[in-house]
């Protein structure tokens, strides 16, 4: 298959920083749709890959998964984009398409695993897919969003991924108006649940350790914020919230928070991949049917209802601009949570 050769920013190793680089991109098939990068969000998962710290990085690595640009072109079967159109690509570039999870649009569940935008499977070139960190990209048609054109266009970017991490469980547990919901953790994940759920017409608390949040948390939307470290503020709390978006990305206590959830209600883990340490108490989940929950990405039907309601309700991230040479600054930045909420990168940086 033809190639062309574009500019990029990535890893080279896992101690090196990132710095620019030229990848391939495959010419356009007959259902592809190609894009010049307009705008990159900065996402911690970047930085976990292009670290290694979940291992299996494959190197040189792109990352970027929140993707907004124009087409540029199409191939000859494709029906929903046209040249100049504003669209979007997320956490996925493919999937089987046939197995179960696929045929119920729920790509992010594939059972013979999705197609990651990077660090993934390229089966056109057979090599590792490179991400958004870059001039341009070329995708499925089918793995492709259109972009409410309403919105401010840098600051849809982090919907891709921080925006649907939260919204697909909202939907998933029938989040609507009158419901009580709680978000663990005010960072880009965070700060997209509350702008959701309040979008939804639920009323929206926030746990947090930090009095310092307070004031931002209520300007985002927050009815209410709850010191998780306060004992008479938690207790206070028990058998309240339908629904708990927890957003730590850390090993952190789950137990107090159970005690806050409602009979039939569900704490979903959205920012933590690993042990719980310490362990869940069971006593009050089998006493008021309680669950903990996990939950990743959504597929891209899902992505694509949580765009057009952003678009309906003018929700976006509250973001940073940052030039692409500035990246590495960034991720030092993001590991120390200073950046309200989530960096962008200006692609056209990238000509400089």
């Not at 298959?1 to 080279?12: I, L, N, R, S, Y």
């Not at 070139?125 to 309403?150: A, C, W």
């Not at 840098?154 to 978000?183: D, F, M, Y």
């Not at 207790?235 to 952190?252: E, M, N, Q």
Request: aromatic content about 6%.
């Amino acid at each position: 298959m033809e190639t062309t050769t574009v500019k990029a920013f990535g890893a080279a190793s896992k101690e090196a920083d990132l710095d620019q680089m030229d990848i391939k991109r495959r010419s356009v098939t007959s259902t592809d749709v190609e894009i010049e990068i307009l705008y990159c969000g900065v996402c911690h998962s970047d930085l976990h890959t292009a670290r290694n710290d979940w291992g299996g990085t494959i190197y040189p690595t792109v990352p970027g998964h929140e993707i907004i640009g124009k087409v540029t072109q199409v191939g000859e079967e494709v029906s929903k984009y046209k040249v100049g159109d504003l669209v979007g690509v997320g956490c996925m570039v493919d999937s089987c398409r046939t197995c179960e999870s696929c045929k119920m649009d729920l790509e992010q569940y594939c059972k013979n695993g999705f197609t990651g935008t990077y660090n993934g499977n390229e089966k056109h070139l057979d090599e590792q897919t490179f991400g958004g960190y870059s001039q341009k990209i070329v995708v499925e048609e089918h793995f492709v969003l259109k972009v409410p054109t309403n919105l401010d266009t840098a600051a849809v970017a982090p919907l891709l991924c921080a925006g649907i991490t939260t919204w697909s469980p909202l939907r998933h547990w029938n989040v609507k108006e009158g419901s009580k919901v709680a978000v663990v953790g005010l960072g880009g994940l965070g700060h997209m649940a509350i702008k959701l759920a309040k979008g939804l017409g639920a009323s929206v608390a926030l746990f947090s350790r930090s009095e310092g949040k307070i004031e931002d948390a209520k300007r985002l939307g927050a009815d209410e914020v709850i010191i998780s470290t306060d004992s008479d503020q938690m207790k206070k709390s028990r058998g309240k919230f339908d629904l708990i978006i927890d957003t730590v990305p850390y090993a952190h206590d789950l137990n107090p928070y159970v005690s806050t959830l409602n009979i039939n209600g569900t704490l979903v883990l959205v920012g933590y991949l690993g042990d719980l340490d310490p362990i869940l108490n069971s006593v009050p989940m089998i006493l008021g049917r309680k669950s903990v929950a996990g939950s990743v990405i959504g597929g891209i039907a899902e992505t694509q209802e949580m765009l057009d309601f952003c678009g309906e309700h003018n929700i976006v991230s509250d973001i940073e601009m940052i030039k692409m040479q500035e990246i590495n600054t960034a991720y030092e930045r993001m590991l120390k949570s200073d950046v309200k909420y989530r960096f962008v990168i200006d692609m056209a940086s990238l000509k400089d």
